[in-house]
């Protein structure tokens, strides 16, 4: 009994969101210094929603961790 298919692989690469229509909420990031491509990727909802929560768990984490605030204030 087989629950994974052998001929897909288990990581693939996002496809481009470049080739196609235009989608909805997609943020689209080209960065380019002189003609070297520094940075070039997109990032979907999915992706926005883990890089949003990424920045509220550090931002909670710097505020009380190096802050000195009272927690009785």
Partial sequence: ???FNLDVPI???K?????????????????QLGRYTL???FYTRHDQACLMW???????????QFLPISWVT
Avoid: C, E, Y
């Fill in 11 to 13: 990581f693939v690469r």
């Fill in 54 to 64: 990424g920045f509220l768990s550090s931002f909670i984490f710097v505020t009380v």
């Fill in 39 to 41: 940075l070039s990727t």
């Fill in 15 to 31: 496809k481009s969101a470049f080739v196609g229509q235009d989608l909805p909420g997609i943020w689209r990031v080209h960065w």
């Fill in 1 to 3: 009994m087989n629950f």
